[in-house]
């Protein structure tokens, strides 16, 4: 299982637009950026869909819009991956903020775990529309059902409301006709501002990817090199690779590189000490 994936495998290397593809049609939603999911509910959904009937559904909230509510998804997350004894830290402060890159870096070890479980087959009985709506259809219905019954109590015990709201409310548009012009106006102006940021975002985002495409070719051209026969097994290359291969940010990974540079040096110079001796 990819429980630990290493920040140069190609799995991070995955795209945004591949990954909202992925959702979209695992889960037959409709994400346009990958922020959409900073609340957690479609990570454990893509778990659910994996592994049915781990995931209790009916505690996943799809409207989490709060910090709070966000963080009761994450938690049920974390108790699924324990559960499975899935060895992944969730960086939940992080997600719930919503910015981009933390959300997308998730997601791309989501689609790596979730591919190298059977092989990424999808679960062809599995209805993800049903398994999003049983846990609060019927709370949803009977609430609409209630707000119906009152409005109808409110509209029979005070008939003349009614007629006095009706007339406010043509009063009310014979005035606004002037003002909605200006409105219908300072409204183009906004969306044709909002239009030129999310272009330039958009460009900024492409430069991005292109630059990390670049950088991400070397480091592949140096972990072939550092895996040729010839090289694989002096000091350096292993040095190298260990650095490439590590699985967190820590600098451990970097201090065991250096000892182990340091130390191949070290037995080069006590070689060369005896054979001038």
């Known amino acids: 299982m990819a429980t630990n994936i290493g920040m140069m495998d190609s799995a991070y290397f995955v795209g945004r637009n591949e990954i909202l593809a992925w959702i979209n049609a695992r ?5 346009s950026r990958v922020e959409e999911a900073a609340s957690g509910a479609v990570q454990c959904q893509m778990m659910d869909m994996v592994y049915p009937g781990v995931v209790p559904m ?23 991956f324990n559960k499975l004894k899935i060895n992944k ?9 919503g910015r981009p890159l933390d959300n997308l870096e998730f997601l791309q070890w989501l689609k790596r775990y979730c591919d190298s479980v059977n092989g990424g087959i999808m679960n062809e009985n599995y209805n993800p529309v049903e398994r999003r709506t049983k846990g ?10 209630k707000n119906f019954k009152s409005l109808q109590t409110n509209n029979s015990l005070n008939p003349s409301s009614c007629d006095a709201t009706a007339g406010h409310k043509i009063s009310g ?20 501002a909002l239009t030129k940021e999310l272009t330039d975002m958009k460009l900024s985002i492409d430069l991005l990817e292109k630059e990390r ?3 991400f070719a ?3 051209d140096i972990e072939i090199l550092c895996q040729t026969p010839q090289l694989e097994n002096l000091p350096m290359a292993v040095a190298i690779k260990k650095i490439l291969y590590a699985a967190d940010e820590k600098e451990s990974a970097f201090t065991e590189a250096q000892e ?5 040096v070290s037995m080069e110079e006590t070689g060369f000490l005896m054979m001038i001796v």
Do not use: P, W
């Open 213 to 215: 495409d670049f950088y």
């Open 173 to 192: 548009a014979k005035q606004g006709k002037s003002g909605g012009v200006a409105a219908g106006a300072n409204c183009s102006v906004e969306v044709q």
């Open 136 to 145: 609060g259809k019927e709370k949803n219905v009977k609430g609409s059902q």
């Open 260 to 264: 182990i540079v340091t130390g191949s």
């Open 89 to 97: 830290h969730i960086e939940v402060n992080k997600l719930v903020k």
């Open 58 to 80: 009916h505690k996943v909230n799809f409207d989490a819009k709060t910090e709070y509510d966000m963080i009761q998804n994450y938690k049920v997350l974390q108790d699924v």
């Open 27 to 31: 889960l037959q939603l409709n994400l």
């Open 218 to 220: 070397k480091l592949r």
